[in-house]
């Protein structure tokens, strides 16, 4: 799944990095899932700016620790 998200860009596999680096594995590939398939909805340019700037806020998405 990085793999496929890195091919969208370094945003969106950054994103993919932090995603899986904090929660269960399991949730974690779900989650991924569901974001990857917001790129068909939003398409290359919208869906890396998104993942730019959930990047500013990284440690909201590894969530509790």
């Known amino acids: 799944m990085i793999g496929r998200a890195m091919t969208l860009g ?3 596999g950054l994103v993919a ?3 899986l680096a904090g929660l269960v594995t399991s ?3 779900i989650s991924l899932d ?3 398939r917001l790129f068909d909805r939003f398409g290359t340019e919208k869906f890396q700016r998104a993942c730019s ?3 500013s806020f990284a440690t909201t998405l590894r969530g509790p620790q």
């Open 53 to 55: 700037y959930g990047l």
């Open 10 to 12: 370094s945003p969106v």
């Open 17 to 19: 990095r932090e995603i």
């Open 34 to 36: 569901r974001v990857l």
């Open 27 to 29: 949730i974690a590939l």
